[in-house]
């Protein structure tokens, strides 16, 4: 994907961004790919599940940086969770990555899909634009995108009524 892909408001990005396939080059002997089967847009205005809904903290700086860098934090005490930055610098949105299907391996829940795809906080900045993280689109993303359905977030306790979690019907994460 092109930097123009993640200039883009998250709602867009997020639905564009299922039947994608994202790879990461964690070492010369382990690469790590998953194909996006759910994700959930967090807006930079009117959204107060958004991280930056408050402004500008340290946590949250990634994400007013410009589309098409990694967004890491830590939750729950065990979890990192990725999201892709989205929009100009200073929009502050964003795509959590919450699921996706390696071969046959489903992969539910954003903590899981980080740990899967060795995502950490020293990934956090980090670009998705090619290099050591790649976003693409193949054969089958079309497939995928044509099955997708539109949902309230979920794991989440404000904004919640919002239709912004993308998921490939019949792959529906509880996590």
Known sequence: MKREFFLQPPEIAARELIGCVLTHIASEDDTRSVRLTETEAYLAEDDEACHAHKGLTPRTAPMFERGGILYVYFIYGKHWCANIVTEPRGRASAVLLRSGIAGDIEIGGPGRLATFLGIDKTHNYT?????QFDVFEDELTPLFRAKTVVTKRI????SVDLPLRFV????LSKI
Do not use: D, N, T
Request: charged fraction near 15%.
């Open 127 to 131: 670009s998705v634009l090619g290099g």
């Open 155 to 158: 794991g989440i306790r404000k």
């Open 168 to 171: 490939v019907a019949g792959h």
